[in-house]
């Protein structure tokens, strides 16, 4: 039994914005309430092991409260609803030697998340139900947050035949996507759809047209010009943007398009939002807060990613969709590589950076510390709507609800150099940065798995 004392909470669900108590009781919130004391009723039937009837219980303890609850000073801190990033690669199985389930949750608790999403390019590539299963099992066994996998769309991600998507499904799927590839056959993606449209479940799209993307390796235009490297159009993204919000269109499935990089391909988003198609995007840190221009002549790898950084005035529509809520999720894309994988060539290195740790100190630093957002606006995108999309069941900061909370303190400092990751893999576009506000307690149904700042459990 926890009592979490006069923290700030913040939960637009339940219109709850100041300063309250929160009782835990085995995996629930027993109550919230502007003052909660150790010797309070909720705790009697927490003591009594659930017993109805612990009025005797409740009357032994009426002067000391219950020893066994622990009273947690979250004075000057902020506390929301477990926050949930729904696009992450743990590697595991087959490429182990970047990030497993084990490194990759203890990154997500020391990031403040309770949930997340992982993509399915792993080796083999989950496609099957025991895929899907063997993720959840290990990361109960690890027990630091619960792991939501997504299935592949396609058998090996090959895009010519169906994956195991039903059972999948039954088995606890999340979603389901070709995640670092995308369907490529605009009739194979309409028979996915069809398909997955039966399971209440999103479509998680990569948009990429390989044919246009090529050996590119950074935004076409003026940085691949200046820096003398093969181009990847912003069209290879956008051309499958309008491709399966035209198949959403005919199959009614969920579509949830992954890593939004463009002003078009927003724009695109908006209209079928405005047609009330079933569509949502999500957009990554590294697409908010940099773009081509800061890939300089020092080829820094780690601002290698896919899609590319594109240009300023992408980044500055981006922004706006995150401010306006057109934009639906921030996610990380957290995607771990080994040493040697990007300590290279640019144009050899590996696509992707890791971000499970520093999404939220960048989201606090550069949208709610510029005012673009408020904390309202950050709990939806980080918490309520990843939920939402991927049909979990709510959490809110209410009573009776999981007690999945991520609390934070704004004036945290955190250096972004290698020693402050707990991921296995260190390579971070925000490498050198100084931020301030991060998470520093964590619980997952209950169960608290970051502890000043510090991994438990």
Known sequence: MVLLKQGHLIDPQVNLDGIFDIAIVGEKIAKVAPHIETDDAVFATGAAGGSAGATSATAASAD??????????????????????????????????????????????????????????????????????????R??????????????????????????IGDMTLVGA??????????QSSGMMRTCMEYVSQFDRPVIAHCEDESLSGKGVINEGRASTRLGMFGWPALAEELEVWRDIELCRITGCPL?????????????????????????????????????????HTYNTNLKINPPLRTLNDMTALLEGVKDGSIDAIVSDHAPHA???????????????????TTLPL???????????DYNRLVELLAVNPRK??????????????????????????????GYFQSKSKNSAFLGQKLTGAATDVFVDGKQTLKESVVVG
């Not at 999340?174 to 369907?183: L, M």
């Not at 908006?270 to 890939?295: M, R, S, W, Y």
């Not at 300590?343 to 290195?349: L, Q, R, S, V, W």
């Not at 704004?410 to 250096?415: A, P, Q």
């Open 256 to 296: 949830h398009i992954a890593h939004i990089s463009t002003k078009r391909s927003l724009e695109l988003v908006k209209a079928a939002k405005a047609d009330g198609l079933p569509v949502t995007c999500e957009v990554t840190p590294q697409h908010l807060f940099l773009n081509e221009e800061d890939i300089t």
């Open 64 to 137: 000391e409260g219950f020893s066994d609850v622990e009273v947690i000073d979250c004075g000057g801190k902020l506390i929301f609803p477990g926050l949930v990033d729904m696009h992450v690669h743990f590697r595991e199985p087959g490429f182990e030697y970047k990030e497993d389930i084990e490194t990759g949750s203890r990154a997500a608790a020391h990031g403040g998340y309770t949930d997340v999403a992982t993509m399915p390019n792993t080796d083999p590539v989950t496609d099957t139900g025991s895929g899907i299963k063997f993720q959840i099992d």
């Open 174 to 183: 999340a979603g389901f996507s070709d995640d670092g590839h995308g369907v």
């Open 363 to 373: 989201v606090m630093n550069n949208l709610v510390g510029e005012g673009l957002i």
């Open 139 to 164: 990361a109960q066994e690890v027990g630091l947050v619960n792991v939501r996998p997504i299935g592949a769309l396609t058998h090996n991600e090959e895009g010519e035949a169906l994956a195991e």
């Open 339 to 357: 040493e040697h994988e990007k300590d290279c060539e640019f144009e050899i290195a590996y696509f992707g950076t890791i971000g499970l740790e």
């Open 389 to 418: 999309i991927l049909r979990l069941e709510p959490v809110s900061l209410s009573e009776g609800s999981a007690a999945s909370l991520t609390i934070v303190d704004e004036k945290k400092e955190v250096d972004v150099v290698p």
